[in-house]
């Protein structure tokens, strides 16, 4: 079983920068299309972003067009998310997530990694 281990959150002012990482393990990192989705307390779970299992196709949620970027290295099994003019309402958990249907049908991902954004 593929494990997804995310890292890179932690506080920053609005309008800072952060960028995720989520390193996988196992050989078929490659053949998989990746994303990644939030969750905020109270809230329901919210797409960001998507990248095929080539880096050459992505999906944005509109929330994030524009600010955030994913990005993948197949040889270093590992996708990030560049994340720009953070807003507070960014604030949430973030998941690395394997996509089983493109590009929101999420069927695996990490334990996550807290981002806050201050006002």
């Known amino acids: 079983q593929m494990q997804l281990v995310e890292s890179g959150g932690g506080l920053v002012q609005a309008g800072g920068s952060l960028r995720l990482s989520c390193a996988a393990s196992?050989?078929?990192?490659?053949?998989?299309?990746m994303g990644w989705f939030l969750q905020a307390p109270g809230k329901e779970r919210e797409s960001a972003a998507a990248?095929?299992?080539?880096?050459?196709?992505?999906y944005y949620a509109d929330s994030v067009k524009g600010r955030f970027t994913i990005s993948r290295d197949n040889a270093k099994n590992t996708v990030y998310l560049q994340m720009n003019s953070l807003k507070p309402e960014d604030t949430a958990v973030y998941y690395c997530?394997?996509?089983?249907?493109?590009?929101?049908?999420?069927?695996?991902w990490g334990q996550g990694t807290q981002v806050t954004v201050s006002s």
């Open positions: 997530a394997k996509v089983g249907t493109w590009p929101t049908g999420y069927n695996y």
């Open positions: 990248i095929t299992w080539s880096g050459a196709g992505t």
């Open positions: 196992g050989r078929t990192f490659s053949t998989y299309h």
